[in-house]
């Protein structure tokens, strides 16, 4: 009996399986008429920087027919939507601990503020505040609603920050919320708030766009995002579907350009655009956003929101466009630190579907707990570079009690900043294979170098063996990320410094930002907490506190002065 190689072995059950389905005949016909040359080899050899003599490259071609099969294979298999790989990243590595007990979620101690009837006083209110008018009975779901339905309808357009407007959806539970409230059956502190989803979330009777002309009239209607479901049952009220760079990428989408409510000739950033413009223009309660590579982060910091971007595995994905299985990351925009605190607590956890998400990770959130247990640490070359208002920060803690030290992120290792687009490049390329087969691509809004279209190209031309290799050094850096942060509980930073967006993005540290001021232009200037995995209490105590201490979070645009037309944009 003949012994068999495992290449042979490999080659010749894909080119069994392709016959079984087409036909030897077809299957041998199409490998014929895709039969490569060692020209072609040899320009492949240079697309990826390997050297091959012309006599390996006539080996190679002997198995070329087998491997273009096997390839051909995958590529018609039929996929259900977005199916993520059979793998998936995992944060948790040698030498870190995890959080045990049980959740607690208490409200910071505040008094119910007085109100007076005047609705509009509340359209920038946080989700405590609100909360507690509702709780009390001195406002209702509806009336708060309808006050947020109003303002959608009269800024969404000038700011092109919304997509769907769910106005029939938000009555029809406003309403069963102020029944519950009203028979004493209280869901938890969001029950009753008006909110709205980044329009990559599938949600029942609502299309789905992803920002993207060939999905502008996209259902799903066996198919609801777990986010979604999840509010639906803390009793959250959704509003509306709020715009997103198209496919997650910056602030253009096919409405248009999404506003900075600060400056609406400015775009918000993105590319969770939507949610951060309107939760700082005060048109919902609260929104949720995502982050593959900055996506809460940047736009929050342009509009001047509160955003919190937890650990990777905290938040199902499921019913949520992929863009980067491996990246991809689920977190509140807001107004306030506690309000991020108490969406994010109705959120979290395993729902059986996203297998990345960790089972029994538990969350509190004591707003009240002391700081003195609190270990920080700091970015000293980063506050060097900082604005004013950055650096007074550091002053605010150390008035707090606290005693930040300095922390170096490993050294900035030139393979690290590549990581990221290998890896969103080439997992992009593959959740949205079935749209570049179909010339889908090409009717994107965004046609230049760096966008979609083309980087996607560019992704499916990423070699497995390096995608690896990138996935490997990946590793290396979450060890030296684990072991740089064990000091410290809080690792302060000035919003958006290099290279700690990119490192956090890649080993799934979690990150909030919230303002510490506004430039002499009057914009937003933020700062970052980033926290040991699965540690997000401490990153939220910590800048609650700070928020406490100052009244930022207080000041907002004066959005009746938008126009209605929005401006020529200045980049």
């Known amino acids: ?47 990826i920087g390997r050297e091959t003599t012309e006599a390996e490259r006539a080996q190679l ?29 995992n944060p948790v590595i040698a030498g870190v ?43 209702t779901s509806v009336q708060l609603t309808e006050m947020y339905l109003e303002r959608l309808r009269t800024y969404g357009p000038r700011l092109l920050c919304v997509v769907s407007l769910l106005e029939d959806t938000a009555r029809e539970q406003a309403e069963q919320a102020d029944k519950e409230i009203a028979a004493g059956k209280w869901r938890g502190p969001l029950h009753g708030i008006p909110y709205g989803l980044k329009d990559l979330f599938f949600v029942k ?30 009793g ?8 997103m760079g198209e496919l997650a990428m910056g602030d253009v989408w096919f409405g248009g350009i999404t506003r900075n409510p600060w400056d609406v000739t400015r775009g918000s950033s993105g590319s969770s655009a939507g949610s951060a413009s309107a939760v700082a223009a005060g048109l919902v309660g609260f929104a949720i956003g995502t982050e593959t590579y900055g996506s809460i982060v940047s736009p929050s910091r342009e509009c001047g929101a509160t955003g919190l971007r937890p650990t990777f595995g905290r938040v199902s994905r499921h019913g949520a466009m992929a863009l980067s299985w491996t990246m991809d990351k689920i977190g509140p925009i807001c107004r306030s630190v506690e309000d991020c605190a108490l969406v994010f607590a109705a959120i979290h956890g395993p729902d059986g579907h996203d297998d990345s998400v960790l089972e029994n990770i538990p969350f509190s959130w004591r707003p009240e707990s002391k700081l003195s247990a609190l270990r920080v ?25 606290v005693v930040p030290k300095p922390v170096k992120l490993p050294k900035l290792d030139p393979a690290y900043g590549a990581i990221p687009g290998l890896t969103i490049h080439a997992e992009g390329a593959a959740a949205f294979a079935e749209l570049a087969a179909s ?28 995608y690896l290799q990138a996935q490997r050094v990946r590793r290396r850096l ?37 303002r510490c001021g506004k430039s002499e232009r009057g914009l937003p200037i933020s700062i970052e907490f980033t926290g040991n995995l699965f540690r997000e209490e401490a990153i939220l105590r910590l800048a609650f506190a700070y928020e406490q201490a100052t009244e930022w979070h207080t000041q907002w645009p004066a959005v009746e002065n938008l126009p209605v037309e929005p401006p020529a944009l200045k980049r």
């Not at 042979?8 to 008429?33: D, I, N």
């Not at 099969?69 to 998936?88: D, N």
Request: proline share 5%.
């Open 97 to 139: 601990t995890l959080p045990t007990g049980k959740s607690e979620v208490k409200l910071s101690k505040a008094k119910t503020p007085k109100f007076e009837g005047d609705l509009k006083s509340l359209a920038f209110a946080s989700v405590a505040t609100l909360t507690r008018l509702l709780v009390t009975k001195k406002l």
């Open 478 to 514: 979450q060890q030296e990320m684990v072991a740089a942060l064990s000091a410290v509980d809080v690792y302060v930073t000035p919003a958006g410094s290099a290279p700690s967006i990119t490192y956090t993005n890649l080993t799934g540290h979690p990150t909030l930002l919230t």
């Open 1 to 47: 009996m003949k012994k068999i190689s495992r290449r042979e072995m490999v080659t010749g059950a894909a080119v069994a399986a392709v016959g079984a389905l087409a036909g030897e005949a077809e299957a041998q016909e199409t490998a014929k008429s895709e039969k490569l040359t060692t020209g072609e080899l040899a320009a492949a050899d240079r697309l």
């Open 236 to 243: 959250a009220v959704l509003c509306a579907k709020f715009s």
């Open 439 to 466: 010339g889908g691509l090409r009717e994107l809004v965004q046609q230049g170098n760096n966008a979609w279209p083309n980087t996607f190209r560019e992704g499916a031309l990423v070699p497995a063996a390096d």
């Open 205 to 234: 009777g609502t299309r789905t766009t992803f920002g993207a002309p060939p999905y502008k009239n996209q259902t799903l209607e066996g198919l609801e995002a777990t986010v979604a479901t999840r509010l639906r049952d803390a």
């Open 61 to 89: 071609l002997t198995g070329m027919p087998g491997f273009q099969q096997s390839l051909k294979a995958v590529r018609t298999s039929a996929l259900i939507g977005q199916l993520p790989p059979a793998f998936h990243f």
């Open 377 to 401: 640490g700091f970015d000293e070359a980063g506050f060097e570079r900082a604005s004013g208002a950055q650096k007074e920060v550091l002053t605010v803690l150390r008035g707090l009690g």
